[in-house]
């Protein structure tokens, strides 16, 4: 069974541009969740989506936001792009809320 | 802020059990400990979770103390590839999310 897939893997931008990050769960998984990984701040929750709903969302601005598909699949989107937004962002699904989570390796994300 | 301590960083040598201990003395009755590894450029990935009970696969074994405030993974013959931060996490499932919240992990160094 194929993994989460996440594109593109790597990206680079410019500050005030905007971003859309893919993510395809493994097949049959309902509930996809973001997560952005810095040196500084480690691994952090962004939001959580479940048959299209967002279920839980973490302390980011704004700026952060996302979407489920019916089949799935999910998009991030970061608006106004900062230095600071430079990390990996990880999408991960799993088949139920209460299942673990399988994470895809990530897009790596600069912004100049 | 995440719930475990688990130390900074831990040796093993190759073909050795690696024991990496996590203390969660604040943990709830319906929350799990779950275990995730992540190697360098890669996302994490799932290794092992339980509530009570002791668990094995074929990755590893997780003990938890009979007052569930403290766990062990057991990574029964360690290789090189065993090389990673490995994450202890306390998760809740309700209905408001099942978000992962990490902390610093334990940086595990296998050597020949």
């Known amino acids: 069974k194929a993994g989460v897939t996440q594109t593109p893997r790597y990206l680079i931008k410019t500050r005030g541009q905007q971003v859309t990050l893919s993510c395809s769960p493994i097949?049959?998984?309902?509930?996809v969740s973001w997560y952005q990984q810095t040196p500084g701040q480690g691994l952090q929750f962004l939001f959580e989506?479940?048959?299209?709903?967002?279920?839980n969302k973490g302390n980011f601005p704004g700026r952060f936001s996302g979407r489920q598909f019916s089949n799935s699949r999910s998009e991030m989107n970061v608006s106004t792009l900062e230095l600071g937004d430079s990390a990996l962002y990880l999408c991960?699904?799993?088949?139920?809320?209460?299942?673990?989570?399988?994470f895809g390796n990530g897009t790596r994300l600069t912004v100049t | 802020d995440a719930k475990t301590t688990q130390p900074t960083s831990m040796d093993c040598a190759e073909g050795r059990a690696a024991n990496l201990p996590c203390n969660h003395s604040?943990?709830?009755?319906?929350?799990?400990v779950y275990w995730y590894r992540q190697i360098h450029s890669q996302g994490p990935q799932y290794i092992i979770h339980?509530?009570?009970n002791n668990e094995t696969n074929e990755m590893a074994s997780l003990i938890i103390t009979e007052d569930r405030k403290s766990s062990t993974l057991i990574l029964p013959h360690a290789t090189l590839r065993d090389t990673a931060v490995y994450y202890c996490?306390?998760?809740?499932?309700?209905?408001?999310?099942?978000?992962?919240?990490f902390g610093k992990g334990t940086t595990l160094s296998v050597s020949s």
């Open positions: 097949s049959g998984h309902r509930s």
């Open positions: 991960a699904s799993s088949a139920m809320l209460d299942s673990p989570l399988h």
């Open positions: 339980g509530l009570k």
């Open positions: 996490i306390v998760r809740a499932i309700n209905q408001a999310g099942t978000a992962l919240i």
């Open positions: 604040t943990i709830s009755g319906n929350e799990y």
């Open positions: 989506y479940f048959s299209e709903t967002q279920r």
